[in-house]
């Protein structure tokens, strides 16, 4: 939730001060869709639905960072909050390969 919170003020920065309504819209679509699957994943039909939801959030997570340094590239975000957010990003990745690694692990006959 607080990363999300995060891309949620970047993205109304990127459109108020930057006038950069597309990028904005495309990370804020990326960036809430990771906490938003997670917590679908939360009433998952099996456990396989759960990994799929989980599988989701890691796609948007990368997506995420895709968007995060062209914004940086493009001199749309400070290097500094670039770095950050990225950090956050990055953590949460790790976090969701793990998971889903060991999820697919238990998943096996």
């Given at each position: 939730?607080?990363?999300?919170?995060?891309?949620?003020?970047?993205?109304?920065?990127?459109?108020?001060?930057?006038?950069?309504?597309?990028?904005?819209?495309?990370?804020?679509?990326?960036?809430?869709?990771?906490?938003?699957?997670?917590?679908?994943?939360?009433?998952?039909?099996?456990?396989?639905?759960f990994l799929a939801k989980c599988?989701?959030?890691?796609?948007?997570?990368?997506e995420t960072l895709f968007w995060?340094?062209?914004?940086?590239?493009?001199?749309?975000?400070?290097?500094?909050?670039?770095?950050?957010?990225?950090?956050?990003?990055?953590?949460?990745?790790?976090?969701?390969?793990?998971?889903?690694k060991t999820l697919e692990q238990?998943?096996?006959?």
């Open positions: 939730m607080a990363f999300a919170v995060q891309v949620v003020k970047l993205a109304r920065r990127l459109r108020e001060e930057k006038k950069e309504y597309s990028l904005a819209d495309q990370i804020l679509r990326s960036g809430t869709s990771i906490g938003a699957n997670l917590s679908e994943a939360r009433y998952a039909a099996s456990r396989k639905d599988k989701i959030s890691l796609k948007e997570c990368s995060l340094q062209l914004l940086e590239r493009s001199e749309l975000l400070e290097p500094a909050q670039s770095k950050s957010l990225s950090a956050d990003c990055n953590d949460i990745r790790r976090i969701l390969a793990a998971s889903c238990n998943l096996l006959p």
